[in-house]
Structures are given as C-alpha cells and as structure tokens.
C-alpha cells in the first residue's frame, strides 16, 4: 500500500461525536443512529421516483421484486462501507488512492463525479417539478431557484453534523407520513403486492422491464453513497481498539439497516401507488410525474392526494442535496486531496447538472423531464460496479482490514452481488447498443 498523508475527509467533522464508554444498548445506538439516514435518503430520491412511476404503471406490482432485491444488496453493501470506514479509519475514495495508481484513481473519481452529477441531475428536475406543481413556477425557472439550495447546506454545516442528521430524519419522516396517507387512499391489492415481491422471468425478457429495473438498480443502489457513508460512519469518536471497533461495526450496521428498510417502504410504496392508481384503472401509458400529479387526485376520489404527493418530491429532492454536497466533498478529498470550500464545491457540482436540464427542458420541452430522470438513474447505475468492485475487494483483503476482513462466506455473498450487478448493467448495453442498431 503506498504511504499517503492520512488526513481524514470531513475534517470538521471527523471524530466529533461522542460515544458514551459506557451505558446500555439504547444510548449506544442513539449515538450511533444517523450517517445510515443520511445514506438511505439517496436511495429515495426524486429518480426512484421516476422509474417507480413508470414500473409501477407500466407493469403493476411485477417491479417490487427488483426493489427488494435492490434494497437487500444495498445494504450488504453499505455495511461493507462500515467495516470499511471503521477498520481502517479511510473512506472508499481515499481507500482508492493508496492501493490504484493515480491514473486509476482519477479515472475512477472522473466516473464518480459523472455519477454524483447525474444524481444531482434528479435532484434538480425532481424539485423543480415539485415547485411548478405546488406554486406554478415554470420549470426553466425552478432549476435556476434550487441552485441557492446552498445556502441551506452551508448553514448546517455550521451547525454542526446532528443537526444535518436531525433535519434529514424529520424530512424522512415527512416524506414516509405523506405516503402512509397515500396508500390507504390507494387500498392497494395486499395478495397484488405480495406476488409482486416474487421474482418473475418477464423483467429480463422484456427489454422495456429490464430498462426500467436496472433504473431502479441504479437509483437504489447508488454509488456515491458507498463513498459517502464510508466517511461520514467517522464522524462518531469510538475509542482506536478493536473491541470498539467491534462495538462501532456492529451500531453501525444496525442503523443502515434500519434506514434503508424505511427507505425500501418509500420506494415500494411509490411503485404500489403508481400500480393501484394507474395501471388496473386503464392509466398504463403514465409516465410523467407531473401526469401522475394530475391524476392522483381524480383517480383515487382523494382531494389531498395530488398536494401530498408533490410536498413529498419536494422534500425527497431536497434532502438528497444535503448528501449529495457531502458526498462531492468526500471523492474529491479523497481522490485527489483537494480542498474546496462546501459553497464552491455545491456550485460546481449544480452548475454541471443545471446546464444539460437546461437544454432538454428549452429544445425537448417540459414534458421529456421523467424520461430524463430515468436516464440519470441508468446513468448511475452504469457507473455502480466501478465502485462496488474496490469496496468489495478492499473488505475482503486481510492485509487492509486485518481481524474486521470478511469472513469466507461474505465473500462469496459480496462478490455474488457484484457479478450481478456487472451483469445487469451489461445486459442493458447489450440491449441499447442492438435497439440503436
């Protein structure tokens, strides 16, 4: 392993939670309980939203067995970047640089910055959306508006790191309240949905499915979040032996497990709502989220609904640009070793993602938006083996991670979710390089 100055990512926020030495199950775990929240909140993003809508009405409950299966892989993986993060005090970006070489590593933080570009891009159009269907504001004019989302950032972030975790939190539960109220206006078909989480043939037969599932592969499973949370699982002050090691793996994983588990209800709830309302009332053709928005309402005979729905993408995008600022800092730090002020780096990052949103709302029209949305996320999921290679790899390596490395049949378990992965996304360039042709 090359030798690199071991300076941590997040300096001002590393270490500076504190970890009770002593107490009970519950106090530890409440100072454990936040990075897996701040992870979970990019795997319910405005994308998911996109390709939930348009599984959900296009093919009904069928896509929920692509959603678990996603959400299961995520957290193996996420709890990979615990170990991670833990045992070797580096996150996956800087764990990159010591063991690539530096032209590895910048190929590999070009593919990071395409993908948190690409989940910016969601972000933006999500909550431009939500603002023209809340307040009528032209969507050319929303993109611009969330640009001074920065302002939020740099405010908590002066706070301290509890509070973007708090924030982040009430904003999950905003989201998880408004769809709770959602379903039971759907009455979705309980033995439909439980035969949905069944796997079925016809999602890699039909070429259009597999489309949408690795979409929703890749905004479930994103990998940007691997970098994140294998540096902000730092900001908590557990003492440097490995019995609290242990202890810091272990609370952890308990809270991104938790977290995510919340996260697949909103996402699954999402699909439940698109097929309850759209696809078995003759609505299959719903694509757009704003269509989705005008029907809700007039469908399911529940004034509320659309409002709901919209202050639900609201927030979803929203929350996901505090991490998404927090995750743009972690590659570049760990990468390359350079140091932007968080209001620069938010700038930069937005302005890559404010240009071709741009373009499409001005030369495709306001209507091409969801099909934009569905790009990003396929985008995101093509860069996701780039990503979740190393991280499997560098917890499986003895020499790295010492007692913590993964047991045999871990091993086997990640590295299976690996392959499949890799071999999802090469049949979806098998498949659009032929529909081209």
């Given at each position: 392993m090359k030798q690199t100055e071991r300076i941590p990512s997040l300096p001002e926020v590393h270490r500076t939670i504190k970890v009770p030495v002593g107490g009970g199950f519950w106090r530890k775990m409440l100072a454990y309980t936040g990075p897996g929240y701040l992870v979970s909140v990019g795997y319910m993003d405005p994308g998911n939203w996109a390709t939930d809508l348009a599984g959900g009405a296009q093919f009904g409950y069928m896509l929920l067995s692509v959603i678990l299966f996603s959400n299961l892989m995520a957290i193996l993986l996420q709890a990979l970047c615990v170990k991670l993060g833990v045992a070797t005090g580096r996150d996956l970006a800087q764990a990159c640089r010591d063991n690539y070489s530096p032209r590895v590593s910048f190929f590999l933080w070009i593919l990071c910055e395409i993908a948190i570009a690409a989940c910016d891009l969601a972000e933006l159009v999500g909550s431009a959306i939500a603002l023209q269907l809340l307040f009528g504001i032209p969507l050319a004019v929303g993109v611009c508006i969330t640009a001074l989302d920065v302002l939020v950032v740099l405010f908590l972030q002066s706070k301290g790191f509890r509070y973007v975790e708090a924030l982040v939190i009430t904003i999950i539960a905003v989201i998880g309240g408004c769809f709770i109220v959602e379903l039971i206006a759907a009455r979705p078909d309980l033995g439909g949905v439980l035969q949905g989480f069944i796997p079925h043939s016809e999602?890699?037969?039909?070429?259009?499915?597999?489309?949408?599932?690795?979409?929703?592969?890749?905004?479930?499973?994103?990998?940007?979040?691997?970098?994140?949370?294998?540096?902000?699982?730092?900001?908590?002050?557990?003492?440097?032996?490995?019995?609290?090691?242990?202890?810091?793996?272990?609370?952890?994983?308990?809270?991104?497990?938790?977290?995510?588990?919340?996260?697949?209800?909103?996402?699954?709830?999402?699909?439940?709502?698109?097929?309850?309302?759209?696809?078995?009332?003759?609505?299959?053709?719903?694509?757009?989220?704003?269509?989705?928005?005008?029907?809700?309402?007039?469908?399911?005979?529940?004034?509320?609904?659309?409002?709901?729905?919209?202050?639900?993408?609201?927030?979803?995008?929203?929350?996901?640009?505090?991490?998404?600022?927090?995750?743009?800092?972690?590659?570049?730090?760990?990468?390359?070793?350079?140091?932007?002020?968080?209001?620069?780096?938010?700038?930069?990052?937005?302005?890559?993602?404010?240009?071709?949103?741009?373009?499409?709302?001005?030369?495709?029209?306001?209507?091409?938006?969801?099909?934009?949305?569905?790009?990003?996320?396929?985008?995101?999921?093509?860069?996701?083996?780039?990503?979740?290679?190393?991280?499997?790899?560098?917890?499986?390596?003895?020499?790295?991670?010492?007692?913590?490395?993964?047991?045999?049949?871990?091993?086997?378990?990640?590295?299976?979710?690996?392959?499949?992965?890799?071999?999802?996304?090469?049949?979806?360039?098998?498949?659009?390089?032929?529909?081209?042709?």
């Amino acid at each position: 392993m090359k030798q690199t100055e071991r300076i941590p990512s997040l300096p001002e926020v590393h270490r500076t939670i504190k970890v009770p030495v002593g107490g009970g199950f519950w106090r530890k775990m409440l100072a454990y309980t936040g990075p897996g929240y701040l992870v979970s909140v990019g795997y319910m993003d405005p994308g998911n939203w996109a390709t939930d809508l348009a599984g959900g009405a296009q093919f009904g409950y069928m896509l929920l067995s692509v959603i678990l299966f996603s959400n299961l892989m995520a957290i193996l993986l996420q709890a990979l970047c615990v170990k991670l993060g833990v045992a070797t005090g580096r996150d996956l970006a800087q764990a990159c640089r010591d063991n690539y070489s530096p032209r590895v590593s910048f190929f590999l933080w070009i593919l990071c910055e395409i993908a948190i570009a690409a989940c910016d891009l969601a972000e933006l159009v999500g909550s431009a959306i939500a603002l023209q269907l809340l307040f009528g504001i032209p969507l050319a004019v929303g993109v611009c508006i969330t640009a001074l989302d920065v302002l939020v950032v740099l405010f908590l972030q002066s706070k301290g790191f509890r509070y973007v975790e708090a924030l982040v939190i009430t904003i999950i539960a905003v989201i998880g309240g408004c769809f709770i109220v959602e379903l039971i206006a759907a009455r979705p078909d309980l033995g439909g949905v439980l035969q949905g989480f069944i796997p079925h043939s016809e999602v890699v037969r039909n070429p259009t499915a597999l489309y949408i599932s690795i979409g929703i592969l890749g905004a479930t499973v994103m990998p940007h979040n691997l970098y994140l949370h294998s540096s902000i699982v730092q900001t908590r002050d557990w003492q440097e032996i490995p019995e609290k090691k242990r202890e810091a793996i272990k609370f952890g994983m308990i809270d991104s497990s938790v977290a995510l588990s919340i996260a697949l209800f909103i996402n699954a709830a999402i699909l439940i709502l698109s097929a309850a309302t759209f696809h078995f009332s003759g609505h299959q053709d719903v694509a757009e989220i704003q269509d989705a928005y005008k029907l809700l309402s007039p469908v399911l005979g529940f004034a509320p609904a659309s409002i709901l729905f919209a202050i639900a993408l609201l927030a979803s995008g929203q929350n996901s640009t505090l991490t998404g600022t927090l995750a743009g800092q972690i590659v570049m730090e760990g990468f390359l070793q350079i140091r932007l002020k968080p209001w620069l780096r938010r700038l930069l990052t937005r302005l890559v993602a404010i240009v071709p949103a741009l373009l499409t709302i001005v030369f495709l029209g306001e209507g091409s938006t969801t099909n934009l949305l569905i790009m990003s996320q396929v985008i995101l999921s093509l860069q996701l083996s780039f990503a979740v290679i190393p991280l499997v790899m560098f917890t499986s390596d003895r020499r790295l991670m010492g007692e913590f490395v993964n047991p045999r049949w871990l091993k086997v378990l990640a590295y299976a979710v690996a392959t499949v992965i890799v071999g999802l996304n090469a049949w979806l360039l098998w498949e659009t390089f032929f529909g081209w042709l």
